[in-house]
């Protein structure tokens, strides 16, 4: 319906999956050597869709869960589609601004974030800075920046119904039966529920959690 030039078999496969992580859709990130060999080189979103069209699904749609980034990357162009806008113009313009997250942004690997902290990892001997990544390749699936004090923001203000409807709010924080809702993991911790995500790209690495009434 909102991308008609994706492959056959991708296009069965619902909004909701791609939310889920349930989509059989395979992914362009993974843990074997091809994403070291493919984040240092720009690609856009549709040149990340290509080098996937005639690789198989991993398993029919809706049938299990997969965290899966190439969802993220459909989902960014569905609202680039939907909104007439780019995805970048959208979060500006649409969340960011009207929220007053000014200390938050896309970061496409063009633009110079000033006090954007050094990435790193651990080196055979030392410290060394973290794998070369071109923010590019992560589009929706993570091209953001922001501060300790914005994500607090952010996360008050989604609890608080700031950001999306009642309906959309419980969706999103309901188990579809993975232990995950819509972007976010699902547990019980100190007998209440957790609401987590983690994430990483390059050196970089980042976790937030939730205990609503906390």
């Not at 040149?47 to 398993?59: C, F, G, Q, S, T």
């Amino acid at each position: 319906k909102y991308l008609p030039a994706l492959p056959a078999s991708w296009g069965p496969a619902t909004v909701r999956q791609l939310l889920s992580h349930t989509s059989g859709i395979p992914s362009y990130t993974s843990p074997d050597d091809s994403d070291a060999k493919l984040m240092p080189v720009k690609h856009t979103p549709q040149e990340l869709i290509d080098l996937l069209k005639d690789v198989p699904l991993n398993y029919k749609h809706g049938t299990k869960f997969t965290y899966n980034n190439m969802g993220y990357v459909l989902l960014g162009r569905i609202i680039e589609a939907v909104g007439g806008i780019s995805y970048q113009d959208y979060l500006e313009q649409k969340l960011l601004t009207p929220i007053n997250l000014h200390d938050s942004g896309y970061d496409d690997g063009r633009i110079v974030v000033g006090q954007l902290a050094q990435d790193y990892t651990d080196g055979p001997d030392q410290v060394v800075k973290g794998r070369l990544v071109n923010m590019s390749n992560a589009y929706a699936a993570g091209a953001m920046y922001s501060t300790v004090d914005d994500l607090l923001a952010w996360h008050q203000r989604l609890i608080k119904g700031n950001v999306l409807s009642p309906a959309a709010l419980k969706a999103m924080f309901t188990d579809g039966g993975h232990h995950y809702g819509l972007g976010w993991f699902i547990h019980e911790s100190l007998s209440r529920k957790l609401y987590e995500h983690g994430g990483n790209i390059g050196g970089y690495s980042l976790y937030a959690g939730l205990l609503p009434g906390r």
